[in-house]
C-alpha cells in the first residue's frame, strides 16, 4: 500500500474496479467541499497522471471500464478571453463581496425581484385571462361581448362532421347576425390532426379552410368559407389576424353556397369543394365602433419571463436558478403559450379549472423535476461555469418550453407508418431527427466513457430497452412514447460536466414541462381506439354501393356480412355533400322522390344547377349503418364518397376505406 495520501504505481496499474466509482479520483469533486474542490481535484488528478503512464488493458476492457485517468471537466473554452472569464466570475464576487455574502440580503433581492417579475408579467396576464373582450359600439354605448376560440374551432352552432348535425343539418341552425371572435396567436400553423372528409377528400395534417380567401368587396373582407371550417384558421388564412399577436374579427353568416373554390391566402391554399354546401361564413369590417382586449399576449409573456429568470440561473445557485426556471417555464406554458384548454373570459369556472389543471399535473412533475435533478442536473451545474449554464444551457430549456412553435412545426406526427405515409416531407424529417440523435448520442457516449461509468451507464440503457420490449408484448396496446418520457428517460444519460450535457440536459427538461404542461401524463402504450384520435376506423364497416346503370339516380347498397349487423343499427344514415339527408331502414333511395320531399334540400341542388356551367353539380355519397331512433350517437362508419353527377347518372365508386 502507499504510505502517502495516494495509491502506489502498482495499485495504479492494477485492474480498475469498474462499478466502484468513489475509488476513481474525478468523484472525489462530489465529497469534498465546494470551496476546496478544483485545487484539491486537481492536485489528485495531476498526481495520478505522473503515475499512470501507459495503459495496456485488452481492448473490451478499455471500453467497459474506461481510460486509466478518468475526466469529466466543466467547459473551460471561455476562460480564453478576459471578458467571458470576467463575467464567469461575476457571480462568486457578487457573492463574496461585504453585501452580497449575507445570505439575508441576498435572499431578500431575490424575493423583491421575483416579486416585481411576478407584477409586471400578471399585470399584462390577468386582464387577457379574466376580463372579457367587448366590441363597443359608437354612439349606442352599447358593448358586445367578444367570443374567444382556438385555431382549429368551427362555429359553435356547427355540431361536428358527418352527421352530428343531425338529418338536414336541423341542429345547426344559424342566426343572420354577425358576431364577434377573438382568435389567439400562434393560427399561422392551425393543423387538424384527425382526418376530416370534405366531398371525396381526406383532410389531414393541413389547416381546415374550405374555399374563402382574402378580398375587398365594400365591407366585405373574405370570399364564403364553408360553415364548418375553422373561423380563427380561416380568419389568418384571410390576412385579417396577426400569427404573433392574434386578433378579434367580424363574422357574417352568407347561407348556402353552390361551392368553395381552392384560393391561396397568407397560409397557403384552402380546401377546394365544388359543390353545395348550406351553411357559409365571411368576415366583414368591424365598423361602428372600437373593440378591446383582442390581442394575444402570450409571446410578449413568454418574453418577459425568459429575460427575467435569466439573472437569478446566472447569479444565484444551481438549485435555484433550476428550479426557478423550471416552475416559470411551466406556469408560462400552461397558462397562456400552450394551455390544454380554452379558457372564456365570461365564464370564470374556465380559468379557475385551467389553474386546477395546472396544480393537478405541478405535484408529480416536481417530483420528476426533483429525481432529474439529483441523478443528473446538480453533477453539471453545481459548481460549473455560470456562463456556460447561462449560454448553453438556460437557452436550450427555453427551446423545448416552447416545443409547439420550434420542434411541433417539423412535418412529424407520430412514428407511425401510416402517420410518416400521409405527412408530407415527414420521411425526410424523421431520418434528420434520428441522424442527429444518433450523433448527440454518440457525443454523450464518449463523454460517459471518458468519465469511467460506461459499464454503469450501459447497465441501465439495457434495462430501459428491455423495458420498452416488454411493453411492446402487451397485447391490445401499442407503444407511445411521448416527448415528456423520451426527455426524462434520455436526460439520466446525461449526467456529465462537458458542454453537451449543458445543451442536452436543457433542451430535454424543457420537453418534459412542454409534454406535462400541455398534454399531461399521457400513457406510454395506448389502445387502438385512442390512437384513431376520433378518426374513423372503430365503428363497425359500412355497407357496399351497388350502382345500377339503368336505374342512375336510384342510390342503393347492401351489407357486407347481413348476420353481423349489430341490432341496435337496424338502418342506415345517407350522406350527400357531408349533410345527413337520408335516416330510415330501406336499403335504396330515390333521389327524385327525395328532392320531392324535402323542399330545402331541392332548392340547394336546384340553385347549384343554375349557378353551373352546363347544369350539372357532382353530389358526393356516403352511407352508414345506424340506429333510426337515434343515429348520431349509434351508427357504424361510413363509407368514402362516391360521386354522382346529378342529373346525368354518372357514377363514380368510392375509394377503399372508411369516414
Known amino acids: 500500500m502507499g504510505t502517502g495520501p495516494y495509491p502506489s504505481a502498482e495499485e495504479l496499474n492494477a485492474p480498475l474496479i469498474c462499478d466502484d466509482e468513489e475509488a476513481q479520483a474525478y468523484e472525489m469533486r462530489d465529497m469534498l467541499p465546494a470551496q476546496d474542490t478544483t485545487s484539491n481535484l486537481t492536485e489528485t488528478g495531476d498526481d495520478i497522471r505522473e503515475l499512470r503512464y501507459s495503459d495496456n488493458r485488452p481492448i473490451w476492457e478499455k471500453i467497459w471500464c474506461g481510460p486509466i485517468n478518468p475526466e469529466d471537466e466543466p467547459p473551460k473554452f471561455h476562460l480564453r478571453w478576459k471578458t467571458l472569464k470576467y463575467l464567469d466570475g461575476l457571480p462568486k464576487r457578487l457573492f463574496n463581496s461585504n453585501l452580497g455574502n449575507k445570505a439575508l440580503v441576498r435572499y431578500g433581492i431575490l424575493i423583491i425581484y421575483v416579486s416585481i417579475w411576478f407584477s409586471i408579467v400578471s399585470s399584462i396576464l390577468f386582464p387577457y385571462l379574466l376580463r372579457a373582450p367587448v366590441f363597443s359600439q359608437n354612439g349606442s354605448g352599447e358593448d358586445i361581448t367578444i367570443m374567444p376560440l382556438t385555431c382549429t374551432q368551427s362555429l359553435k352552432s356547427w355540431k361536428g362532421e358527418n352527421n352530428a348535425c343531425g338529418t338536414n343539418a336541423e341542429f345547426c341552425t344559424t342566426t343572420d347576425n354577425d358576431f364577434f371572435v377573438r382568435c389567439p396567436a400562434l393560427c399561422d400553423r392551425a393543423w387538424i390532426y384527425s382526418a376530416q372528409t370534405v366531398g371525396n377528400q381526406r383532410v389531414k395534417y393541413r389547416e381546415f379552410n374550405i374555399g374563402g380567401g382574402p378580398t375587398k368587396d365594400n365591407a366585405i373582407l373574405s370570399h364564403p368559407y364553408r360553415g364548418d371550417s375553422a373561423i380563427c384558421s380561416s380568419a389568418y388564412h384571410s390576412g385579417l389576424i396577426s400569427g404573433l399577436s392574434g386578433g378579434c374579427v367580424r363574422v357574417s353568416s352568407q347561407g348556402p353556397q353552390a361551392k368553395f373554390l381552392s384560393v391561396n391566402g397568407k397560409s397557403g391554399l384552402s380546401v377546394g369543394f365544388d359543390s353545395f354546401f348550406p351553411l357559409s361564413f365571411a368576415f366583414t369590417e368591424m365598423q361602428d365602433g372600437i373593440a378591446s382586449g383582442c390581442y394575444d399576449p402570450r ?32 406556469w408560462t406554458l400552461l ?44 453533477r453539471t451545474l453545481d459548481n460549473g461555469s455560470p456562463l456556460v449554464k447561462a449560454t448553453l444551457w ?66 441501465v440503457l439495457i434495462t430501459v430497452i428491455m423495458g420498452v420490449i416488454a411493453l411492446t408484448l402487451i397485447p391490445g396496446l401499442n407503444l407511445r412514447i411521448h416527448h415528456y418520457i423520451l426527455g426524462m428517460t434520455l436526460v439520466m444519460f446525461c449526467s456529465t460536466r462537458g458542454a453537451s450535457a449543458y445543451l442536452f440536459q436543457g433542451i430535454l427538461i424543457g ?63 345517407l350522406l350527400i355533400n357531408d349533410v345527413e339527408r337520408y335516416v330510415g331502414p330501406s336499403s335504396q333511395i330515390d333521389l327524385d322522390l327525395l328532392l320531392d320531399g324535402n323542399l330545402a334540400f331541392a332548392r340547394l341542388v336546384l340553385d347549384s344547377q343554375q349557378k353551373s356551367e352546363n347544369n350539372s353539380i357532382p353530389l358526393y355519397i356516403r352511407v352508414a349503418h345506424a340506429n333510426t331512433k337515434n343515429p348520431i350517437d349509434k351508427r357504424g362508419d361510413y363509407t368514402n364518397a362516391a360521386i354522382l353527377q346529378f342529373p346525368e347518372g354518372l357514377w363514380q365508386d368510392p375509394s377503399p376505406g372508411v369516414s
Not at 425568459?306 to 411551466?330: N, R
Not at 400552450?338 to 389543471?357: G, H, K, Q, R, Y
Not at 431520418?431 to 448520442?441: V, Y
Open 299 to 330: 409571446s410578449l409573456v413568454m418574453a418577459l419571463n425568459i429575460v427575467f429568470s435569466l439573472p437569478i440561473f446566472f447569479l444565484y445557485e444551481a438549485v435555484i436558478g433550476y428550479w426557478t426556471v423550471t416552475l416559470a417555464g411551466f
Open 335 to 378: 397558462l397562456i403559450f400552450d394551455p390544454p384548454m380554452l379558457t372564456d373570459p365570461t365564464d370564470l369556472t374556465t380559468v379557475a379549472e385551467l389553474i386546477s389543471v395546472g396544480f393537478e399535473r405541478l405535484l408529480p412533475l416536481s417530483f420528476i423535476l426533483y429525481v432529474i435533478w439529483k441523478a443528473s442536473v446538480k
Open 394 to 459: 438556460f437557452p436550450m430549456f427555453w427551446l423545448g418550453v416552447m416545443n409547439n412553435v420550434t420542434f411541433d412545426r417539423l412535418p412529424v406526427d407520430r412514428l407511425t407508418l401510416k402517420d410518416l405515409k400521409e405527412l408530407a416531407g415527414a420521411l425526410l424529417a424523421v431520418g434528420s431527427i434520428i441522424s442527429t440523435i444518433l450523433i448527440c448520442a454518440v457525443i454523450q457516449t464518449y463523454s460517459i466513457w471518458k468519465s469511467g461509468r460506461f459499464a454503469k451507464y450501459f447497465k
Open 511 to 573: 420537453l418534459v414541462i412542454s409534454g406535462v404542461g400541455t398534454w399531461g401524463f399521457a400513457s406510454i402504450v395506448e389502445t387502438d381506439l385512442s390512437l384513431l384520435r376520433g378518426e374513423a376506423g372503430a365503428a363497425f364497416m359500412p355497407p357496399i354501393f351497388d350502382f345500377n346503370e339503368s336505374q342512375p339516380l336510384t342510390i342503393s347498397w347492401h351489407p357486407r356480412n347481413e348476420t353481423a349487423i349489430p341490432s341496435e343499427l337496424d338502418g342506415y344514415s
